[in-house]
């Protein structure tokens, strides 16, 4: 079982997508300096038991306007797909990609609604367009990605609940061994973010197991 998209659960179909219009759209990509290897597959991550992977490569197909050149790892847990469980829509993921990344958090959050609502499309397809459609994907971080920036994204499940979620976001920027190389660890849930919520705690403990050769 995979998480995104057709590449995912059904078997490889795409979507486009676009921006909401109360955030800027993804910057142009950057032109990489001929020397920087672009990432090919992800740095050592660990997977927790019972979770499952995915890795996929940039420009990812259900997103294909995010400007970066890498690859996108990503950890969800058992109970993911199911909106009465605990670890409902709760995920962890990191784009391992070519420097600069993204400038800010401001400029994260334009690509955050443009892959979440190029997740929801690719998912729902035609059959769940018009709903998809009607949704409005927003992000808003605060705080610094070098040290965690953090906020909420209003997006939508077109997996099984096929309704709005809203999700509780953290994004950091992590430091690369690999000159010309950068990385961004996130992690999100439909949960409030708390140091007593199980989920958040291992949320965050999987994140800060991530490094960037």
């Given at each position: 079982m995979r998480l995104v998209a057709p590449v995912a659960l059904v078997a490889a179909?795409?979507?486009?997508?676009?921006?909401?219009a109360n955030v800027p759209p993804p910057a142009p990509a950057p032109a990489a300096p001929a020397a920087v290897a672009v990432p090919a597959a992800s740095s050592?991550?660990?997977?927790?038991?019972?979770?499952?992977?995915?890795?996929?490569?940039?420009?990812?197909?259900?997103?294909?306007?995010?400007?970066y050149r890498?690859?996108?790892e990503l950890r969800f847990p058992p109970g993911f797909f199911d909106k009465d469980a605990a670890w409902?829509?709760?995920?962890?993921?990191?784009?391992?990609?070519?420097?600069?990344?993204?400038?800010?958090?401001?400029?994260?959050?334009g690509d955050l609604v443009a892959y979440f609502e190029g997740l929801a499309k690719a998912v729902g397809g035609a059959e769940q367009?018009?709903?998809?459609?009607?949704?409005?994907?927003?992000?808003?971080?605060?705080?610094?990605?070098a040290?965690?920036?953090?906020?909420?994204?209003?997006?939508?499940?077109?997996?099984?609940?096929?309704?709005?979620?809203?999700?509780?976001?953290?994004?950091?920027?992590?430091?690369c061994a690999t000159a010309g190389r950068v990385a961004l660890v996130v992690v999100a849930s439909p949960r409030t973010?708390?140091?007593?919520?199980?989920?958040?705690?291992?949320?965050?403990r999987l994140a800060a197991t991530y490094r960037c050769r």
């Open positions: 179909a795409c979507g486009s997508c676009s921006s909401s050592p991550w660990e997977t927790p038991a019972g979770w499952k992977t995915e890795t996929i490569p940039f420009p990812l197909e259900f997103a294909p306007g995010l400007p890498g690859v996108e409902y829509f709760s995920y962890a993921f990191v784009w391992e990609i070519v420097a600069p990344g993204p400038a800010s958090a401001d400029a994260l959050e367009a018009e709903a998809i459609s009607a949704q409005r994907f927003t992000a808003a971080l605060e705080g610094e990605l040290t965690g920036a953090s906020g909420v994204i209003e997006a939508f499940d077109a997996f099984k609940a096929r309704a709005p979620v809203t999700l509780h976001a953290r994004a950091t920027a992590v430091a973010p708390s140091t007593d919520d199980a989920v958040w705690t291992e949320l965050e």
